[in-house]
Structures are given as C-alpha cells and as structure tokens.
C-alpha cells in the first residue's frame, strides 16, 4: 500500500521547470556536438583551406608560365604572381611549395624562368603535371595569355565568393579578401595596361 507523499518532499512548479529546462539545455547541447560537433566542422575548414592554397599554387603556377613564356610581361605580372603566391601562404600553402614572392617580384626573365623551374620542380606530382598542363597551355600571343590569366583570376575569385557561406568567419574574412585582390587582379589584367 502506497504511503502518502510527505508535503515537504513534494516538487514545487519552479524546481519542477527548472529542472526540465536544465535538462532540454543539456540534451541539446549533447544533441548539436554529435551532430555538428567541432570536429567535423573544422575538418570541413579545412579541406577549404586546402583547396584554397592548392588554387592560388596553381594560379602562381600558370603566371610563371605565361612570364616564362612572355619574358615582356614580367614587370606586369611579377607583383601579381607575387601576391598570389602570398595567397596561398595565407591559406596554409608551405613557403616552398611554390617560389617565393622575392624571386617572383622581380623583373629580370632569367630570375623569373629559374623561379617558376624550381617551383615546378620542387612541387609535388599532381602540382607539376598542373604545372606543365599550363606551360603548354599559353598562348603565344601574349594579349591572350592576359586574357586566360584574368579568366582564371575570374573564376576563382567567384568560387571563392560562393564558397563563404559554408565557411567559419576568419576563413571566410580571409577568402572574401583573397576573392576581391583576384577580381582587382582581373581588373589589372584585363584594363591596367590600357
């Protein structure tokens, strides 16, 4: 047979709620970190990040080539090169992966030839083949190697932009910066030389 309750053991409304909003919080919360938690979304961070290096890499990459290939243009494209090169730091991109904006910056062609050489050299397999893909893919017409330059610029850059809602907000911060340097870079490319 049941006892019944003693009056000073008895739940009052206010512990009652306390108790069941102390408890929705702490579901929740276990809820959010097994779901979305720090891990995962770091890790989504950053294959952004590292994709992000890779394509300023290759983006240095092919302004090698076309300086290579149009010895002329390197005083035009050196800083250009040289801040992309920067980008991909910023991004992670380790400082030998690519050449750095020193030797790049300058607008001696023999400086600028051994750069992008040792850059592709040193690089890794897939970053070399990319490297080469864009050495044969200059035009000889350096008006149209401009114009692929700022094409690639381009398209990055609005890749970029569309990436930054998926993005935390430093990396965000970081790549809507680098997104608008590329849309100048197009400016420059396209315009600058008028």
Request: net charge positive; glycine share 8%; with cysteine.
């Amino acid at each position: 047979m049941p006892f019944p309750p003693h009056p000073r053991t008895r739940l009052r409304r206010r512990s009652l709620l306390a108790s069941a909003a102390g408890a929705a919080l702490v579901a929740g919360c276990s809820a959010a970190a097994d779901t979305t938690g720090p891990d995962r979304g770091t890790s989504a961070a950053d294959r952004v990040r590292a994709r992000a290096a890779r394509d300023s890499e290759e983006l240095a990459q092919r302004y090698a080539a076309v300086i290579a290939a149009h010895p002329a243009l390197a005083a035009r494209l050196g800083p250009l090169r040289a801040e992309t090169v920067r980008h991909a730091q910023a991004f992670g991109a380790h400082p030998g992966s690519s050449a750095s904006p020193s030797a790049s910056g300058s607008a001696s062609p023999s400086a600028s030839g051994s750069a992008s050489a040792s850059a592709s050299g040193s690089a890794s397999p897939s970053a070399s083949g990319s490297a080469s893909q864009s050495a044969s893919a200059v035009s000889a017409d350096p008006k149209a190697a401009l114009a692929g330059l700022a094409a690639a610029e381009r398209t990055l850059a609005d890749r970029r932009a569309a990436a930054l809602l998926d993005v935390p907000g430093e990396l965000a911060r970081l790549m809507a910066s680098v997104a608008a340097a590329g849309a100048a870079h197009v400016y420059l490319l396209t315009e600058g030389g008028r």
